[in-house]
């Protein structure tokens, strides 16, 4: 039998590995988590599938003491960033085991463990408090950066202007990151925007800016660890635009008939998922067989995700008075 024949590629087997096993892990939940809704799963439900080589890739790239901070479409990245996927389901059927206690859902993941700020539903309002978050670790002293992402159609928003002018004017460490998916729920950047070149929009800043490739996670890893080391050298915030394609309508309920099939189907050519998958085999890393049972053994996890919150309690009552307002004492206020 032939030797089977081997690909250079610029990483190495362990991180070609941690990608696929971060991006599968998000697709299988993603599409199990959809089979709950309507099930377990209530309310607005926005899904990642397509995505998970931007979570991957920005994941590699910075340290679990980066906050980072999201918009609605949150559940890949929380997973990406290391959070259970018991903790996640759970949140999602809305229970008291869940990540956000059951009262965040589907768009309120938060993880203080895991420096993982959100999932806001109010398009672009997570924008300036990435800056406030990238403001305290510049005033605390220490070397972390804030990673700040919202959508396409948050681009459009005031709040992102007067944000990218504080950040640059304090030299604020945090990156922000435009995950342009092609549409505002319904609407393509084409519609919105004269200037469909998102990246060109931190230019009036001086901010320095670039577009990257959202469809691998090697091209997001590279462009994340310049972003980071320029961040860290205290130089002020990057802007990066990850072009990226979500697969499913913008939630459950849409049925994506704005996008032709043809474009759809272009997209799928370029599944991440797969892409990483088929190097991984060229590479002679894993086998077929091998990826097949690293599959069955996510499926699993996310079997036992849907069990754990099936099993799990509702909130009580009273968790309704429980993280409103912060504790705090300040004696000044007491003078």
Known sequence: ??????????????????????????????????????????????????????????????????????????????????????ECMAELFGKATGCSKGKGGSM????????????????????????????????KGTDNLCICMFGDGAARQGALYETFNMAMLWKLPVIFICENNQYAMGTSVERTSNVTDLAKIGLAFEMPSESVDGMNPESVHEAVSRAAEHCRAGKGPVFLEIETYRYRGHSVSDPGLYRTKEEVAAYRQKDPL??????????????????????????????????????????????????????ADYPFLME
């Open 274 to 327: 797969n892409a990483i998958k088929n190097k991984i085999v060229e590479a002679a890393w894993l086998t077929e067989a091998e990826i097949e049972t690293l599959d069955d053994r996510i499926m699993q996890t996310i079997k036992d995700s849907i069990h754990f919150a099936e099993e799990s309690p509702f909130p009580d009552d009273t968790e309704l008075y429980h993280d409103t307002y912060a504790e």
């Open 108 to 139: 309120h993941f938060f993880s203080k463990e895991h420096y993982f700020f959100g999932g806001h539903g109010i398009v672009g309002a997570q924008i300036p408090m990435g800056a406030g978050i990238a403001f305290a670790e510049k005033y």
């Open 1 to 86: 039998m032939a030797k089977k024949k081997t690909t250079t590629l610029p990483y190495s087997r362990e991180q070609y590995l941690s990608w696929y096993e971060s991006m599968l892990l998000q697709r299988r939940f993603e599409e199990q988590a959809g089979t709950q809704f309507g099930k377990g799963i209530r309310g607005f439900f926005h899904v990642y599938i397509g995505q998970e080589a931007v979570s991957a890739g920005i994941c590699s790239a910075t340290r679990l003491t980066d906050p980072i901070i999201t918009a609605y479409r949150d559940h890949g990245l929380a997973l990406a960033r290391g959070m259970s996927a018991n």
